[in-house]
């Protein structure tokens, strides 16, 4: 029996090898796909904004020839898919979200801004620095720098507007680690009310990082919803 394939979006920070190493169990049961967003890792040195990040995932499905499938969106990586739920219905199957920040507003920009500044991680979690840099090489500052940015905007203009979401008519899972400290469960669950065909999964003894997610528990929510 043939593996359905799963279209993997990383995270704002993060990038398509992240994303694989932190999925790879995933592998046993679907063909895996991955791409770098623009403004993240091979891409790094690219514009970062929303639009870029959709039509780069639009870009990609249709290259390889995966309208229809299943899209599993990790934070930023959720917001992506949603969106081009919205702007190019017939390339999206069914979405999962992981972690996605679905309510974005100026406060709650600003405080993960603040998380953002190069030289504060430098000195204060320098592991964390040599982490970055490992994903996106010297562009690593960078990519911090235009991540605010996008985070700006977001909490300026969210793209997701309740409109929106009444809008996409598409299956789609939304799931959040028990202690997801970004990510609230009252804003996950109003968005799942909002959307059609909508749902809500809380994975337990979890939080937002992919490094302490329990990927057994997320991987046996995934076999039952695709």
């Avoid at 623009?38 to 929303?50: I, S």
């Avoid at 700006?152 to 996409?168: C, E, H, R």
């Avoid at 990927?215 to 039952?224: D, E, G, L, S």
Wanted: aromatic share 6%; with cysteine; net charge negative.
């Amino acid at each position: 029996m043939q593996k359905p394939n799963l279209l993997c979006l990383h995270g704002a920070l993060g990038c398509a090898a992240q994303m694989a190493s932190a999925l790879k169990p995933l592998e046993n049961f679907y063909n895996l796909h991955f791409l770098d967003f623009p403004g993240h890792g091979e891409r790094a040195n690219e514009a970062l904004n929303m639009q870029n990040c959709v039509a780069a995932t639009r870009e990609f499905i249709l290259k390889n020839k995966l309208a229809g499938t299943t899209i599993l969106g990790y934070s930023m990586g959720g917001y992506v898919a949603l969106l081009l739920a919205k702007s190019n219905p017939e390339l999206v199957g069914q979405i999962i979200t992981l972690g996605t920040k679905l309510a974005w507003n100026p406060h709650d920009a600003a405080k993960e801004i603040a998380k953002l500044n190069p030289e504060i991680i430098e000195q204060k979690v320098p592991q964390y620095a040599q982490a970055l840099q490992k994903l996106h090489g010297d562009a690593w500052k960078g990519v911090l720098e235009k991540t605010a940015i996008l985070m700006s905007d977001l909490g300026a203009n969210p793209a997701l507007t309740d409109g929106v979401f009444q809008s996409i008519q598409h299956p789609v899972l939304l799931c959040l680690a028990s202690e997801d400290a970004m990510v609230t469960r009252e804003e996950t669950v109003q968005a799942a009310r909002m959307l059609p065909n909508g749902e809500f999964a809380e994975i337990f003894n979890s939080k937002h990082p992919l490094e302490k997610l329990d990927v057994n528990t997320f991987q046996a929510i995934i076999k039952h919803y695709v």
